[in-house]
């Protein structure tokens, strides 16, 4: 038997990994995700709101590149990074890596730009929205590709995440998805909506994406 | 500032449980979980200890020592010698999962009583136990059960089969000192247990808060 392709996925935030389990199970159950939390990032980096400084202190970059480095020591033949509003600390920690790691965002930005232009963007917290915002536009400009966003964000809903009433938080994101047409794709915006799509009702041509299942869909790509 | 304590953990199972003894014994201290599952992926339920096992608990806790930690607790009961040897240049306190508890074993007593879910907790537990005896210069006994059934169950997340299970076997381990529990995930589970006058039940999670607040607190 061949040896089993083993993911590491990296999180500071243990409510990401219900959602990236979903996506391996269905998309590719024959890999093995093995889970790395790091509690530490969010209690050291991220307020109180969910928001985050402009610019990452130094130490929050040597942080996340040395929990990279430890995951990739693991065994692991390709990473995942859960924490949405770490892509630009992902992208210069894993500079020099021989494996791939993919930050929460690249493979769901990937799919958006391939549905269109006009970006949808729904989230629990704004910080991810302008997290994520930031990690479309360095992607844009990389490639020199025109795009426009469209953002909405279901307040308090990362917060009943975070508490555990699943329940409230998913009908908060229903209920904002179906106020966001006339866009080409609609993105969601934390790893922790993973699970809502199948309650959101179907708008034609207005494809959803989730980072989890997109992130895993890419990584599957790379093997 | 508050005291911040990082529990290091090889499942995250075990995390659940040492949040509860901090919230009880020491609610003002901060804690944090940094976990790594593949650790008990690749050296836990029977797989060798290798060389490999000590540098990975090493740097793991190297890791967790950068993150304005005052000390740390290593929640995987295999990992005890890994994590003596790690800490050997780590400037904060850091525990292995059974230390504290041993000590307040040995407070209770001589006859010893342990109860586990795995065969590995309970030889390793029983070998820090013999060790420690042998230090002080005293004689033990060690009444030792594993329930093996109770693994499956938390390990799917089946929480109250485990505790059942493990009520059930502690019914029957009376006339000893202490009654050790030898998994972390067993920690909460102890609340369950039927009080058995001069028998305290100990768990490793509440004793590590325990020593923790007497060393920092």
Same mark, same amino acid.
């Given at each position: 038997m061949a040896k089993k392709v083993r993911i590491g996925v990296v999180s500071p935030v243990d409510v990401a990994f219900p959602t990236i389990g979903d996506a391996f199970e269905r998309i590719w159950p024959e890999a093995v995700p093995i889970k790395l939390l790091d509690d530490s990032l969010y209690a050291d980096f991220i307020h109180g709101d969910f928001t985050v400084d402009a610019r990452m202190p130094d130490e929050a970059?040597?942080?996340?590149?040395? /929990? /990279? +480095?430890? $995951?990739?020591?693991? +065994?692991?033949?390709?990473?995942?990074?859960?924490? $949405?509003?770490? &892509?630009? #600390?992902?992208?210069?920690?894993?500079? &020099?890596?021989?494996?791939?790691? #993919?930050? $929460?965002y690249e493979g769901m930005i990937e799919e958006a730009f391939a549905a269109g232009s006009r970006l949808g963007i729904l989230s629990t917290a704004a910080g991810t929205v302008r997290c994520l915002s930031d990690d479309i536009e360095r992607y844009a400009a990389a490639r020199g590709l025109d795009y426009t966003i469209v953002s909405r964000v279901a307040e308090g809903g990362f917060q009943k995440m975070l508490d555990g009433d699943v329940a409230g938080h998913?009908? /908060?994101?229903?209920? @904002? @998805?179906?106020?966001?047409? &006339?866009?080409?794709?609609?993105?969601? &915006?934390?790893? $922790?909506?993973?699970l809502v799509?199948?309650?959101?009702?179907d708008v034609p041509d207005r494809p959803v994406l989730t980072a989890p299942h997109a992130a895993v869909r890419k990584m599957k790509s790379l093997f | 500032m508050a005291v911040r304590i990082g529990v290091v953990a090889p499942m995250l199972i075990t995390i659940d449980p040492m949040g509860a003894a901090f919230d009880e014994i020491w609610p003002e201290a901060?804690?944090?979980?940094?976990?790594?599952?593949?650790?008990?992926?690749?050296?836990?339920g029977g797989r060798p200890i290798?060389? !490999?096992t000590y540098s990975r608990v090493s740097d793991l806790l190297h890791? %967790? %020592?950068? *993150?304005?930690?005052? =000390?740390?607790?290593?929640?995987?009961s295999v990992f005890g010698d890994p994590v003596a040897r790690a800490r050997q240049d780590i400037k904060i306190p850091v525990l292995t999962s059974y230390e504290a508890m041993i000590e !307040?074993?040995?407070e209770a007593g001589t006859r010893f009583a342990i109860l586990s879910t795995a065969q590995g907790s309970m030889t390793n537990l029983s070998a820090d136990l013999e060790a420690e005896a042998k230090r002080r210069g005293v004689g033990i006994t060690i009444d030792g059960h594993v329930a093996a059934e109770a693994r499956p169950p938390i390990l799917a997340g089946?929480? !109250?089969?485990?505790?059942?299970?493990?009520? !059930?076997?502690?019914?029957?381990?009376?006339?000893?000192?202490?009654?050790?529990?030898?998994?972390?995930?067993?920690?909460? *589970?102890?609340?369950?247990?039927?009080?058995?006058? =001069?028998?305290?039940?100990?768990?490793?999670?509440?004793?590590?808060?325990?020593?923790?607040?007497?060393?920092? =607190?």
């Open positions: 970059y040597g942080r996340v590149a040395a /929990l /990279l +480095r430890y $995951s990739r020591d693991t +065994r692991a033949d390709g990473i995942i990074f859960c924490g $949405s509003v770490f &892509g630009r #600390l992902v992208e210069a920690g894993r500079a &020099g890596f021989t494996i791939p790691v #993919l930050t $929460s998913d009908a /908060l994101v229903v209920d @904002a @998805a179906a106020q966001m047409t &006339g866009c080409d794709c609609l993105m969601l &915006g934390q790893f $922790s909506m993973g799509p199948a309650k959101i009702a | 901060e804690h944090l979980a940094i976990a790594d599952e593949t650790l008990y992926a690749d050296f836990a290798t060389d !490999e890791y %967790a %020592a950068t *993150t304005r930690c005052d =000390g740390l607790v290593f929640t995987g !307040e074993a040995f089946d929480i !109250e089969t485990h505790d059942r299970i493990v009520v !059930e076997a502690a019914a029957k381990m009376t006339g000893c000192d202490c009654l050790m529990f030898a998994q972390v995930s067993m920690g909460l *589970t102890a609340k369950k247990v039927a009080n058995v006058p =001069g028998r305290p039940v100990l768990t490793a999670p509440e004793a590590t808060v325990r020593k923790f607040k007497r060393l920092l =607190g």
